[in-house]
């Protein structure tokens, strides 16, 4: 296969202001009759998170040869991609959070912050786990489409791959373009590393190391695990995480699933609250994006039916963030607890702020997932 085909595929397009100028965050999307190709991509695709530098340790430079090296065995290059992925992805830090729980009136909170994953947001453990799955079955074209967090993610690992990257950009959502990244995967034979694709079962695995983390530390579950939700996945494999903890009588219990996002633009909190069965889609003329809440926006959850079970059957529950209250919340753990995370990230701790003042939790263990670095 020649060096063309051999470039790792991401798919983005561009959305466009109500005034009609381009949106500076791309949302991805791909169309055969409007594609733009860049080789040797160094281009930033963060949606507000910002990378560590370097991506990967410099000690680390034997294996990142290896790994990319396409003579070597291929024993030996998933070896070395492992290694890379034990050193630099995940084993991320839990704290308690002592300053926060003086504001908020809630003993025992703890901050899991996903910022520390090497691009700075939780994306990196699927992005890592899915290219060395697509190493080990043989294929040397991923396509994914991001709007922002995952694309990046995606292309550190090609840097690591030596695959290169592929840029496409179109007018269209995130939601059009996984599933024309869907039909480009199907059509071309390229590893499909979408969310709701052929390898969500492995998304949802690794996402529940999260969970693992968790036990590690507290050597149970926790309460509560508050989440910021998009397309759910995160939150889900979560949940599952805890599920065979508990089944394998590691944990007493499984924590009741918090779920986060933008006010009103989010189908898994909104099927919640309607207590509808399953998540509706909403209609894309209703979303409006802003800086802030980029990350959790889309009409479409492709995960989201799974998010909504594992709220569901914990006894959790799930509600809206404002902008306003993202970014005073972003504010107060840079001031209390010197974390810079991304504002959209803290979707997950307002609701359960709000939910204590509204009816207040017991002493208990509580647990904030953060997800993004900013």
Request: glycine fraction near 8%; proline fraction near 5%.
């Amino acid at each position: 296969m020649g060096e063309n085909d051999r470039k790792q595929k991401q798919l983005t397009s561009e959305n466009r202001s109500e005034q009609g100028e381009p949106v500076k965050e791309p949302d991805l999307s791909q169309q055969a009759d409007a594609l733009q190709e860049q080789d040797g991509l160094v281009l930033s695709l963060l949606d507000g998170a910002s990378a560590q530098a370097p991506i990967i340790a410099p000690e680390l430079e034997p294996q990142k040869r290896v790994a990319a090296d396409p003579d070597q065995p291929l024993e030996e290059r998933l070896e070395a991609f492992e290694d890379i992925i034990d050193s630099e992805v995940g084993d991320t830090t839990l704290s308690r959070s002592r300053n926060i729980e003086r504001e908020v009136g809630l003993r025992q909170l703890y901050l899991k912050f996903e910022g520390g994953n090497p691009t700075g947001a939780q994306k990196d453990r699927i992005a890592f786990a899915q290219a060395m799955d697509a190493m080990r079955r043989g294929f040397d074209a991923i396509t994914v489409a991001t709007c922002g967090n995952y694309g990046a993610a995606m292309e550190r690992v090609q840097e690591i791959m030596s695959y290169g990257a592929e840029i496409i950009r179109v007018p269209g959502d995130y939601e059009i373009a996984v599933l024309t990244s869907q039909q480009r995967a199907q059509s071309d034979e390229i590893y499909d590393a979408n969310p709701g694709g052929a390898n969500t079962a492995l998304q949802l695995k690794v996402y529940g190391e999260i969970a693992y983390e968790i036990y590690d530390e507290l050597r149970d579950a926790p309460a509560v695990v508050a989440v910021p939700v998009s397309n759910g996945t995160t939150l889900a494999g979560i949940y599952r995480g805890f599920l065979s903890l508990h089944r394998r009588g590691k944990t007493s219990r499984i924590p009741r699933m918090m779920a986060g996002s933008s006010y009103g633009k989010n189908p898994i909190i909104r099927a919640f609250l309607k207590n509808s069965p399953q998540c509706e889609d909403i209609e894309p003329r209703l979303i409006r994006e802003t800086s802030v809440n980029e990350p959790l926006i889309n009409w479409h959850a492709i995960d989201g039916d799974y998010a909504l079970e594992a709220v569901r059957k914990t006894g959790g529950w799930a509600s809206y963030a404002s902008d306003k209250s993202m970014l005073a919340f972003s504010r107060l753990l840079r001031e209390k607890e010197g974390l810079n995370v991304l504002p959209a990230s803290t979707a997950g701790l307002i609701v359960l702020v709000e939910q204590h003042r509204k009816e207040p939790l017991p002493g208990d263990r509580y647990v904030v997932v953060l997800t993004g670095r900013r």
